[in-house]
């Protein structure tokens, strides 16, 4: 089946910009997470969607970061007025069950270079 | 959640076994051990889990001491493909955002 799918997979903006990356998550999972991954670092988490309940947005970096999910699939991560420091690779993940864990590891997509000039 | 220290880099030759420790001391008795593996431009994929003992499949061996404070990552005769960043996780289940650390860069040369 279908993995999990994200887009743009490159997308190059001016700074102070809006931009808008999305993540088609894995037909029946209920749980969606982002992540950012700057260059050479590890996954730094910005916001987690289990089912229906109110989101973890404990993650983002500030205000100008936000992230819906319509529908319990599709889920959309917006950058407002974006800045250099912005610049980063989005990464989409979702899982079956609820965090990650226990049988049910979490399956990524390839991610999304946002390139902020 | 319970905190995972790795190495940050190992180099390995090809042909030979790597083992990858991870120490993960406030471990709680519901966490499991979950083990993903990352190439350049790709996002992390998902490699082994366990909860105590030893687990294997077609790809790695994990192994995790009666205590559960730490786990090894076990590759076997290892290949230049297998160059890549290797993260350990620990929870459990529930409701609850997913941390990766800095995870551990494994270089095979020839």
Same mark, same amino acid.
Request: aromatic share 10%; glycine share 10%.
């Given at each position: ?9 490159? +997308?190059?903006?001016? +700074?102070? +910009? =809006?931009?808008?990356?999305?993540? =088609? ?31 973890? +947005?404990?993650?983002?970096?500030? =205000? ?11 889920? &959309?991560? &917006? ?23 226990? =049988? ?14 | ?11 390995? $030759? ?5 083992? @990858? ?7 709680? #008795?519901?966490? $499991?051990?979950?083990? $993903? ?5 790709? /996002? ?8 105590? #003992?030893?687990? #294997? ?6 192994? @995790? ?21 290797? $993260? ?14 800095? /995870? ?7």
């Amino acid at each position: 089946g279908a993995g999990v799918s994200q887009s743009p997979s490159n +997308k190059v903006t001016e +700074k102070g +910009k =809006d931009v808008e990356l999305r993540c =088609d998550p894995i037909s029946g999972h209920t749980a969606l997470y982002w992540y950012r991954q700057s260059l050479g670092q590890g996954l730094e988490f910005l916001i987690y969607f289990q089912g229906n309940s109110a989101p973890d +947005k404990s993650g983002l970096p500030s =205000d100008r970061f936000s992230a819906e999910r319509t529908g319990g699939s599709v889920s &959309t991560l &917006t950058i407002q007025r974006t800045q250099q420091e912005d610049s980063a690779v989005y990464l989409c993940a979702s899982s079956l069950a609820p965090g990650g864990q226990g =049988d049910s590891p979490l399956h990524f997509g390839n991610g999304t270079r946002l390139t902020v000039t | 959640l319970a905190k995972t220290t790795q190495p940050i880099s190992m180099d390995s $030759y090809e042909g030979q076994e790597v083992n @990858i420790t991870c120490s993960h001391n406030n471990i709680a #008795t519901n966490d $499991y051990i979950t083990w $993903y593996q990352q190439f350049p431009s790709q /996002g992390p994929r998902f490699i082994i889990q366990g909860y105590k #003992t030893k687990v #294997t499949n077609e790809v790695a061996s994990l192994f @995790i001491p009666a205590d559960r404070k730490s786990s090894t990552l076990s590759l076997p005769r290892v290949s230049l493909s297998d160059t890549a960043v290797y $993260y350990c996780l620990v929870g459990g289940r529930g409701g609850f955002k997913t941390i990766f650390g800095a /995870g551990t860069r494994l270089f095979v040369k020839a």
